[in-house]
């Protein structure tokens, strides 16, 4: 199950006339326009709530907050983990696809055209939660007894306390001794963990296993050669187009 699926993301939408579309293509996003015309990739976003507003909407970033879930994942991802540090906030950023049909499984497609000088997040699959390594992403997804799912809160609970994360360790040992001589389908990943932890933290195994560079994630401050069929995020504003009324080359003329 895809966690995206239980996040409410407040984004500031406000519908915008042709006029101003063609000013700020001009003075805000001429770069990235080009980019995008010329690497003949698109972004879209799927959101019905863009068609409340109108065809032409000025997108400004919001706060991403969990609706039917505890929202440790989008904390731990924004706000914990060093490795991120340098990527957009996940709980400050507007959540796109290069990926047409997949956008539209969220809603109505609209064309996403980025404000210039904007650092974007780039998975390496279609799903930020399909892209980590396959032992990880079944611990991600997996919801009875698994160790992140049953420790994250405490973690981030106590992460301000160092002299707390023996809990977690503890936690952990517990999980392991439950199932290791089972056929529990996850003991595999759990002895992966088990052999990370070797004289390293829960925080510097998590920081390890679930960085963007272990997992294969790419940060870009341009759009050019944006990869087809990923999910992107990026934490700035951007002009979001209705898909059957707009295409990118009808504004060849202004890069």
């Known amino acids: 199950m895809r966690l995206t699926n239980f996040l409410n993301e407040l984004n500031k939408y406000k519908e915008i006339d042709h006029n101003i579309l063609i ?3 001009k003075k805000k996003c001429k770069n990235n326009l080009k980019s995008l015309i010329n690497g003949k990739v698109t972004i879209y976003r799927g959101d019905d709530n863009f068609r409340k507003v109108g065809d032409i909407v000025l997108i400004s970033p919001g706060d991403r907050i969990s609706a039917n879930t505890s929202n440790e994942y989008t904390i731990l991802f924004s706000d914990v983990l060093s490795s991120w540090k340098k990527y957009p906030k996940r709980n400050h950023s507007i959540i796109c696809s290069t990926d047409y049909k997949y956008a539209d499984t969220y809603g109505t497609s609209y064309i996403i055209i980025p404000f210039d000088n904007t650092n974007v997040g780039i998975c390496p699959s279609y799903d930020f939660w399909e ?3 396959n032992a990880f992403r079944e611990i991600l997804d ?3 007894d698994s160790f992140l799912l049953t420790t994250l809160n ?3 609970s106590y992460i301000k306390f160092e002299n707390n994360i023996n809990i977690l360790e503890k936690k952990f040992s517990e999980i392991y001794s439950k199932y290791k001589n089972s056929n529990y389908y996850g003991i595999f990943m759990l002895d992966k963990l088990k052999s990370a932890f070797y004289d ?3 925080y510097d195994v998590l920081n390890k296993y679930f960085s963007p560079e272990y997992n294969g994630f790419i940060l870009k401050s341009n759009l050019l050669g944006l990869p087809e069929k990923r999910e992107i995020w990026f934490d700035n504003q951007a002009i979001a187009l209705h898909s059957e009324y707009f295409d990118l080359d009808h504004f060849r003329d202004y890069i």
Do not use: A, G, V, Y
Request: charge should be neutral.
């Open 200 to 202: 390293k933290s829960i």
């Open 154 to 156: 405490d973690f981030l």
């Open 142 to 144: 997996f919801k009875s």
């Open 23 to 25: 000013d700020l293509l």
């Open 131 to 133: 892209s980590f390594n």
